[in-house]
């Protein structure tokens, strides 16, 4: 299961850098949205990611229905 935002080593794959502050530069370079955390490394979220990079998220909403039987 994947988590809401990237991994580190999943920033460093993205940016091709492997620290924080050369991460930023990139992304800020780049326009990606993000936070930088307590550690002062960015935080990415994975949906915005994909589709920055022209990708279709996988996870929907699931949307459930009360149960009108029940009643």
């Given amino acids: 299961m994947s988590t809401m935002f990237l991994t580190p080593d ?3 794959e993205l940016t091709g ?3 924080p502050s050369k991460q930023i530069q990139w992304l800020q370079r780049e326009g990606f949205a993000f936070r930088v955390a307590a550690d002062g490394k960015p935080r990415l979220l ?6 920055a990079l022209g990708g279709k998220c996988s996870v929907k909403e699931k949307r459930t229905e009360p149960n009108w039987d029940a009643i």
């Fill in 46 to 51: 994975r949906e915005a990611v994909i589709k």
């Fill in 10 to 12: 999943e920033v460093q």
């Fill in 17 to 19: 850098y492997k620290y």
